[in-house]
């Protein structure tokens, strides 16, 4: 038995998420599972760093699987990709250690989060950006985003169950906001991420920047633990997984 | 009657080109009338500066359209993203002189052409490059690209009439490779193009610097003026109109 594990890209735009669903829904790991079935010629479970939602991309996602095979991993690379659909590439493939696990093992994420800022949308980055019509105070942003950084408890930036709130405790080691003509690019990296914190911070930062809540905000709702205080999720298109550490 | 000048946007993946044909398809300029027909209640033609093929982009293509209206130039582009399908967006909208037309009095023009050179395709970048995964001596191609810059009878690298062969020269003013990473981007400035002849020049530089033609294949397919001998046509998707010169 052999643990091989695989970095993965893939445009989110046509799936529904990760996470393989009973429905006939299209998702990431069933397709991934529905090459190594042809391969193998059984079920093989494919596991990976995390769920993404619906719409979310990945341009370094990392996943898991173990099974009993010589192959070697470069050729195993070539059927992937030659199996698979257009939207999914696989970068990698590498023989890991037997007890890696995608999962379990991972130390820290980075996901990237893009938004095109200005009064007209873009028909050629449509799919992995945001469009925010709204002007935006680019260095308020930075400033406010200073208070997620660090060992912070993120109830109110996550669809978390309110009994379990002490699960909500995440470190984030940078927020990184940059502008560079119409796009501002968030950089996060973090030990975990919980259900749509991404999406909750950049979608607050949004609101502070274009003065629908003031300055002072993030350190407020941070401090409530309250998923209700703090803004809406941005939508699932602009979000990108970049890497997974181990 | 007032003539508008739209400088556009479009991810030609799903267009059959910009030319409106008689059977259904979907093309650019049909979804830009289609708006106007909304708008005005009467047809009204809109004639770009060329046309784009299927699967052709474009981050700068320039049309105009002649109609009786008191409508600010912002509105109208308002009014256009509004109505136009996600692929389609409306950059700018500016009010022209009357003798102004698109195709006629159009200097000169710039494609971009973007390969991916690595050994697997990529998902997110998949609608708007060419994948080409064998080995490309990048040095070599910019030495023989040099021959195609400056006035030149093109009919090798065109597909056009043989009786109108005289009707090839072209002049490019600038052919531009550049490597970042794994991916080859070209950018060629001309008074004019030929059909097809980004897509042949930019297919037959990938077999030179792959080695299916030998060092000093440009000048040679150049001089014999017979499209027979030059490469083939590098796909569609790759290529984008960046902007036209009045």
């Given at each position: 038995m052999?643990?091989?594990?695989?970095?993965?890209?893939?445009?989110?735009?046509?799936?529904?998420?990760?996470?393989?669903?009973?429905?006939?829904k299209?998702?990431?790991?069933?397709?991934?599972?529905?090459?190594?079935?042809?391969?193998f010629?059984?079920?093989?479970?494919?596991?990976?760093?995390g769920?993404?939602?619906?719409?979310?991309?990945?341009?370094?996602?990392v996943?898991h699987?173990?099974?009993v095979?010589?192959?070697?991993?470069?050729?195993?690379?070539r059927?992937?990709?030659f199996?698979?659909?257009?939207?999914?590439?696989?970068l990698?493939?590498?023989?890991?250690?037997?007890?890696?696990?995608?999962q379990?093992s991972?130390?820290r994420?980075?996901y990237s989060y893009?938004?095109?800022?200005r009064a007209?949308p873009?028909?050629?980055?449509?799919?992995?950006?945001?469009?925010?019509?709204?002007?935006?105070?680019v260095?308020?942003?930075?400033?406010?985003?200073?208070?997620?950084?660090g060992?912070?408890?993120?109830?109110?930036?996550?669809?978390?169950?309110?009994?379990?709130?002490?699960?909500?405790?995440?470190t984030?080691?940078s927020?990184?906001?940059?502008?560079?003509?119409d796009?501002?690019r968030?950089?996060?990296?973090?030990?975990?991420?919980?259900y749509?914190?991404v999406r909750?911070?950049?979608?607050?930062?949004?609101?502070?920047?274009?003065?629908r809540?003031p300055p002072?905000?993030?350190?407020?709702?941070l401090?409530?633990?309250?998923?209700?205080v703090?803004g809406i999720?941005?939508?699932?298109r602009?979000l990108?997984?970049e890497?997974?550490?181990?």
């Amino acid at each position: 038995m052999r643990t091989f594990k695989l970095t993965l890209e893939y445009d989110g735009t046509d799936f529904s998420g990760w996470q393989l669903q009973s429905n006939a829904k299209r998702t990431v790991q069933g397709e991934l599972e529905a090459v190594l079935f042809r391969l193998f010629k059984k079920r093989v479970v494919v596991i990976g760093s995390g769920r993404t939602d619906s719409g979310v991309h990945a341009r370094g996602q990392v996943a898991h699987f173990r099974a009993v095979s010589d192959m070697p991993c470069d050729e195993l690379q070539r059927a992937f990709n030659f199996n698979l659909p257009v939207d999914i590439t696989v970068l990698k493939v590498e023989e890991a250690d037997s007890k890696f696990h995608a999962q379990l093992s991972a130390r820290r994420k980075t996901y990237s989060y893009t938004v095109l800022n200005r009064a007209y949308p873009s028909a050629l980055l449509r799919r992995q950006c945001c469009f925010f019509p709204r002007k935006l105070n680019v260095a308020l942003m930075k400033k406010e985003a200073a208070a997620f950084v660090g060992c912070r408890d993120f109830s109110s930036f996550a669809n978390v169950d309110p009994s379990r709130r002490g699960d909500a405790v995440r470190t984030i080691y940078s927020l990184q906001i940059s502008k560079r003509a119409d796009l501002v690019r968030f950089v996060i990296e973090s030990d975990g991420f919980l259900y749509k914190m991404v999406r909750n911070i950049v979608g607050t930062l949004l609101e502070i920047g274009s003065g629908r809540f003031p300055p002072g905000s993030a350190v407020r709702m941070l401090s409530a633990r309250d998923r209700r205080v703090a803004g809406i999720a941005a939508v699932s298109r602009g979000l990108c997984l970049e890497n997974v550490k181990y």
